[in-house]
């Protein structure tokens, strides 16, 4: 088969042992450093979308995919609306809640809650708080007893431990000679539950939805109704679905809506790392423009035998471009091989070395995943390599030119 005359010489080049260790030295730092930032990059994303999908999937096992709710807040239909919703094709779950503020005492221990009323027998078909529980079950939350279930971060701030009772004040009112006073009820903490994540280890407190409708005056009725999808990325969709099947006497909302501003800042996170970790690989390229301009220098005489030999100014810029591309190339490949291998067994890697260290990265009690989970996405994969053979090629067009303005007559005079 027949090459190109450009190409053979460009990777003759790449070959051939030089004179100059040095150019060698800085040739292969070049290549060391592009595949230190593809691996970089490749590792980095990898971590960050697996936190998100671990992150997104606590979250989304707290609060709902799809929910439907009355404008009034009081929804009375809810078991046809049920049937109605799991009529969808995507709906896989459904349970009524009431959701209310309040505040939780204990003695001197005051906080505000978030409280979330719900049916236990169907909880578990919408939510994974069951799989959660630290203490207790959502079995105990029966109605008309006044069982309450409360986030780890919650108890400890109103020191209570399962088995304490705690007051809750509604901001809804009594009338009484005395004038208007806030409704207080007592509940006996029955269970313990950690999510993982701060915002609702916290503040969130579970009670049965018909104790939770008496006590906020909802005579009977629900809030709204959850819904769980089989595929929570076509909330959206499922949305607009239920919206048009429901009609317009129904509010219906997704978790995209209603905590898009956090999913938003770890998309922002990303980006920002995916910036910062790509100036490596640009540092790299800088050391392929440095290379190349002095293999430059130190072939003068060659480019000038090639052009007296009839090369052109521009199959000199193709063979010094093939040169400098072999360069990323290698340092590409080998970073992908590197990334890809460290991203997929970060499993087993980082145990091994919390093992060796003695230590533990990410230490229980400080942060709610102990665990580095990774997610390789080949898109990323992709667009990593995209990004690092591309800004190789630009940093060759520089060196390339010069080498291609080269004037035979001046540059063997010195021969």
């Known amino acids: 088969m027949n090459l190109p005359v450009e190409l053979l010489i460009g990777l003759r080049y790449t070959r051939a042992k030089r004179r100059n260790h040095f150019i060698s030295f800085i040739s292969m730092i070049s290549m060391l450093g592009i595949a230190l930032g593809v691996m970089a990059l490749i590792v980095v994303l990898s971590v960050m979308n697996g936190f998100e999908q671990e992150l997104k999937g606590r979250i989304l096992g707290m609060v709902s995919h799809v929910t439907v709710s009355s404008y009034d807040n009081k929804l009375r239909d809810w078991q046809q609306l049920s049937e109605k919703a799991s009529m969808n094709e995507q709906v896989i779950g459904a349970s009524p809640y009431v959701d209310a503020e309040a505040m939780l005492s204990n003695l001197a221990s005051v906080s505000g809650a978030i409280i979330r009323g719900i049916l236990p027998e169907s909880e578990t078909q919408v939510s994974e708080i069951h799989e959660h529980m630290v203490f207790g079950s959502l079995d105990e939350l029966v109605a008309g007893e006044y069982g309450i279930i409360l986030g780890t971060g919650l108890a400890s701030n109103l020191d209570v431990v399962p088995g304490d009772r705690v007051t809750m004040i509604t901001p809804q009112s009594s009338m009484s000679p005395l004038g208007f006073l806030p409704r207080l009820r007592r509940f006996k903490v029955v269970g313990l539950f950690e999510i993982g994540v701060y915002e609702y280890d916290r503040s969130s407190a579970i009670i049965h939805a018909q104790d939770a409708s008496k006590l906020f005056r909802l005579d009977g009725a629900m809030t709204g109704l959850r819904l769980k999808i089989a595929d929570m990325d076509k909330a959206p969709e499922v949305r607009y679905e239920l919206r048009d099947q429901l009609g317009v006497d129904y509010w219906v909302s997704d978790w995209t809506l209603r905590h898009s501003n956090y999913f938003k800042a770890v998309r922002t996170e990303k980006t920002v790392m995916f910036i910062i970790l790509s100036l490596i690989v640009a540092v790299a390229a800088f050391n392929i423009v440095s290379t190349l301009v002095m ?80 997610e390789m996405k080949s898109s990323d994969v992709i667009r990593i390599a995209i990004l690092s053979f591309t800004v190789s090629v630009i940093a060759t067009i520089y060196p390339a030119l010069k080498a291609s303005a080269t004037r035979p007559a001046e540059a063997l005079s010195y021969e």
């Open 295 to 374: 293999v430059v220098t130190d072939k003068q005489a060659d480019i000038a035998i090639l052009r007296t030999l009839g090369l052109s100014p521009g199959s000199v810029t193709l063979v010094f471009m093939v040169q400098g591309t072999m360069i990323g190339f290698v340092g590409t490949f080998f970073g992908l091989i590197a990334g890809i291998s460290i991203a997929s067994y970060i499993d087993v890697i980082i145990p091994a070395l919390e093992t060796f260290f003695q230590t533990q990265f990410l230490p229980t009690g400080v942060y709610p995943i102990t665990e580095l989970p990774a």
